[in-house]
């Protein structure tokens, strides 16, 4: 072998093996727009499998919450995970999780596990459980929805024990993932009360993560999002702690795993 050529072998052996990977498989909403965001609360070693529920040509309601909640469509969209074996599937819709209550959650959760998950988690299910673990109680709420979205939200808190002191709706049928981080501070401005303990941002579709740690720290109490819950309530599942660095619930995880 000449000088030249020797030069472009690549010794194998002196490259570390990938990091390997454990996998969360996500059921969400054929409208879901921030894949992006999900991977910012996900460890190194842990990859997000995506897939999506059938297309329904309705605006954000609830005949379309309705819809996205349907148990035969959320077992079709688990099974097609399976193939990669996850360890956890997560149903990533807020409204779809919350839209019949809390045996609807429940409902949604089994689901999953029917179609062979080996675990499962919801946003609103994961909502509660994030609730628990920071001793809360009586919130605020941010909605991207209609109103009587938003009511269907405020009625699955009350049966799970939650008060919700004040709340706002954005009114918005479509486009939510457009929704500014902007507009989600004025909302939070204008929701946000003393006597609320944290502050609850509804909706996948809203992104959330680059602004959650500056909201705490102007706020003084946490603030929960969809899909921060959402990460947080399947990695918990799988015994890892999701990435977010000055975000209250991920450093409550940490406090309470150590």
């Excluded at 052996?13 to 996900?42: I, K, M, N, T």
């Excluded at 807020?94 to 080996?118: M, Y």
């Excluded at 002191?165 to 401005?189: D, M």
């Amino acid at each position: 072998m000449d000088d030249q050529a020797a030069e472009n072998v690549v010794d194998f052996c002196l490259h570390a093996e990938p990091l390997g990977q454990s996998g969360v498989g996500v059921v969400a909403p054929f409208d879901f727009a921030l894949d992006r965001e999900l991977w910012r609360w996900a460890p190194d070693d842990v990859s997000l499998h995506m897939t999506r529920l059938p297309f329904v040509p309705i605006p954000v309601t609830v005949e379309m919450a309705s819809f996205l909640s349907e148990g035969g469509s959320v077992r079709r969209a688990t099974r097609d995970l399976l193939a990669v074996e996850p360890l956890a599937v997560a149903y990533a819709c807020a409204s779809g999780s919350f839209i019949h209550g809390v045996q609807g959650e429940a409902r949604l959760r089994q689901d999953i596990l029917d179609a062979g998950a080996p675990a499962a988690a919801t946003t609103s299910g994961a909502l509660v459980s994030a609730l628990d673990l920071l001793g809360t109680r009586r919130i605020a709420v941010v909605t991207p929805y209609v109103d009587n979205v938003t009511e269907r939200l405020l009625a699955f808190l009350a049966e799970s024990g939650v008060e919700t002191v004040s709340s706002v709706g954005l009114g918005l049928l479509n486009h939510i993932w457009k929704v500014t981080y902007s507009e989600v501070v004025r909302a939070i401005q204008e929701v946000d009360r003393p006597e609320a303990e944290a502050v609850y941002i509804s909706c996948t579709n809203v992104q959330t993560y680059d602004i959650i740690a500056p909201l705490e720290r102007m706020l003084g109490k946490p603030v929960l999002t969809a899909n921060q819950v959402t990460m947080w309530g399947a990695l918990r599942t799988t015994g890892r702690q999701p990435m977010g660095t000055g975000q209250w619930l991920v450093e409550a995880t940490d406090r309470t795993a150590a």
